[in-house]
């Protein structure tokens, strides 16, 4: 099980498993030592300024072999994660959004359904 977290850093041994996984090359930023993440988590990075290329790098990641079984999203605000969470929708991919101005119980239910596989990919700020 691999879950997919789309940032700004990385664990050294990220970058040979991303380029085994994903297809195409991906920029990989982060400290020169990594950062420590828990296991069993590939974090990336995609300098996506804009929600179009937020969808094409989710999309991407979604069509990668093999398929991972989550991907996280992060965003700048909520309003972004908002319009990437309703596009992810329209385009028929199980998405949830975790940001502040939800309540508690409707984030909490986001990262159960995440755990559980419901949801593809979660959107947060």
Not at 60 to 83: D, Q, W, Y
Not at 91 to 120: C, Q, Y
Request: hydrophobic share 40%; glycine share 8%; aromatic share 4%.
């Amino acid at each position: 099980r691999v879950l997919v977290s789309a940032s700004g850093t990385t664990t050294p041994g990220s970058i040979e498993l991303a380029q085994s996984i994903l297809r195409g090359d991906w920029p990989i930023i982060g400290p020169k030592n990594g950062l420590e993440l828990p296991p069993r988590v590939l974090h990336l990075a995609n300098g996506a300024p804009d929600i179009d290329k937020k969808l094409l790098f989710v999309k991407r990641l979604t069509n990668s072999i093999p398929e991972p079984n989550g991907i996280m999203v992060f965003c700048n605000n909520h309003e972004r994660a908002r319009k990437v969470w309703e596009q992810l929708r329209y385009m028929d991919i199980p998405s949830e959004l975790l940001t502040g101005n939800r309540s508690k119980e409707s984030r909490d239910l986001a990262i159960r359904r995440m755990t559980l596989g419901e949801v593809e990919v979660l959107v947060a700020t």
